[in-house]
């Protein structure tokens, strides 16, 4: 990913917020035989048997996630195959009206994280089992109420051949965080005060991030 200077995240904490806060990603891998590339929806969490700290660059760090098995993305894919997460996190349109001069051109202020590594498939249905538990308790803790699924591990067990489960080991991450700072203080404010006069949550969400630039 090309990310110019001014838009590179101001430390590694903001791309751990986008990958814990918007963790529904895109995962991308390389069609076989020269085919198309190959790109999946879904949910990834960190893997919570690891204590790794989130290193520069999150090298070593592990995540995990799943997907249908039936898929063609999972039969395609093979343990050591290289791969790339992609979350994108708060984002918006900016109109130049917003800008209240003239010229001007109409521009998109978002945050990204491209995170490269390496899938290992898992073929354990009880290691599959515990992915979706660590799913889980990863999301209703942090978006859900902490539903108890006890009643339904058994159900769980049932719908398990239809999961692809895999294990992802970061290689390396980078983080863009277009919000403006190429702008004058003034413009800059201007773009964040409509952000955050509006109805959309991602708007708001993109003006709660420029308050945070240094």
């Not at 917020?17 to 035989?33: E, F, R």
């Not at 390396?172 to 201007?190: N, V, W, Y």
Request: contains cysteine; aromatic residues 10%.
């Amino acid at each position: 990913m090309f990310v110019p200077r001014q838009y590179r995240e101001p430390d590694g904490s903001w791309m751990v917020d986008v990958i814990t806060q918007y963790p529904l990603a895109l995962l991308t891998t390389n069609g076989k035989d020269g085919h198309s590339p190959l790109a999946t929806h879904l949910p990834v969490i960190r893997d919570p048997n690891r204590t790794d700290e989130w290193a520069e660059g999150f090298s070593g760090v592990r995540l995990l996630g799943h997907m249908n098995a039936q898929n063609p993305h999972w039969s395609a894919l093979r343990n050591g195959d290289p791969a790339l997460l992609v979350f994108t996190g708060p984002h918006g349109y900016i109109s130049p009206t917003v800008y209240e001069k003239t010229p001007a051109a109409p521009t998109w202020d978002f945050t990204s994280v491209h995170v490269h590594g390496i899938i290992e498939k898992i073929d354990s249905s009880e290691q599959t089992l515990e992915v979706v538990r660590h799913t889980v308790r990863a999301f209703e803790g942090a978006f859900g109420t902490d539903w108890d699924m006890s009643d339904s591990v058994d159900y769980f067990r049932e719908i398990l051949p239809g999961v692809g489960a895999f294990r992802f080991t970061v290689s390396r991450a980078e983080g863009m965080f277009k919000l403006s700072q190429e702008q004058t203080p003034e413009i800059r404010d201007r773009v964040h005060d409509s952000f955050a006069g509006s109805r959309c949550s991602l708007h708001r969400e993109t003006a709660r991030l420029m308050k945070r630039l240094p």
